[in-house]
């Protein structure tokens, strides 16, 4: 399994003989250099979508076009664009499961937002969601963007993740501490990753504060394009 970081909340996953694309920003992304968006994206197989913020709908809709392949997302968003912008989708909600070749992906509840501005104000498609990627062994749990919440003790008993993905940036999701909290109270992981972090200078610019509450865990901190292998 390879975990490559494109920076923010976007991640390439390369697992079970699929490569998913979680939120991929690559327009305007400030940390994903443009000479580095092809190999960012080559060989997808499929795209997961947490939620409607441009920092990780921007390029859903180009990449599902130009490589031809499925957007991963809540039903009704996936619905619409099935039906209005000629994109192949897998939709479900929370709770419910996909296989996509020999990974299964759960959608799991987080706390945050889901909007996109238009003419007419924000539109709101859906709601912001997280994701359990089970194969290869190992089960992922990619936070999305949230808070701390208790229902990530649910998640834990029901899919014991060893790998967690957490965002932990601050200002718009939780920060180092509170994710900190949410591991070492709620979860079990082997491996932690951090994201949605050093993007701006709102956001926190180190992991240090993470890694240190989490003693006994492999907290990385993730460089873009460079892969951690599990």
């Not at 992304?29 to 979508?49: R, Y």
């Not at 997302?73 to 619409?80: E, K, S, T």
């Not at 539109?123 to 062994?137: H, L, R, W």
């Not at 998640?155 to 501490?177: E, K, Q, S, V």
Request: hydrophobic share 45%; proline share 5%.
């Amino acid at each position: 399994m390879k975990i490559i970081w494109l920076g923010h909340g976007s991640f390439r996953i390369e697992i079970g003989g699929q490569v998913l694309l979680v939120d991929p920003w690559l327009t305007g992304n400030p940390v994903l250099p443009e000479d580095q968006h092809g190999a960012a994206v080559a060989g997808a197989t499929h795209i997961l979508l947490t939620h409607a913020h441009f920092d990780h709908v921007a390029d859903v809709l180009p990449l599902a076009r130009e490589h031809k392949i499925p957007v991963v997302g809540q039903y009704d968003l996936m619905a619409h664009w099935e039906e209005h912008e000629q994109i192949e989708t897998v939709g479900f909600n929370k709770g419910g499961t996909v296989d996509l070749g020999d990974v299964q992906v759960t959608m799991v509840h987080a706390v945050h937002s889901s909007s996109f501005g238009t003419q007419n104000g924000p539109n709101v498609p859906g709601t912001e969601c997280g994701y359990m990627i089970a194969g290869d062994g190992h089960v992922i749990y990619l936070s999305g963007d949230t808070d701390v919440m208790a229902d990530m003790k649910v998640f834990n008993d029901l899919h014991a993740p060893d790998i967690g993905i957490l965002c932990a940036g601050g200002h718009f999701t939780m920060d180092m501490r509170r994710a900190a909290y949410a591991a070492k109270t709620f979860f079990d992981f082997k491996t932690v990753i951090p994201c949605h972090y050093k993007t701006f200078p709102i956001l926190e610019q180190s992991a240090e504060a993470l890694a240190k509450a989490l003693p006994g865990v492999d907290v990385i901190e993730p460089e873009v394009m460079q892969a951690i292998e599990i």
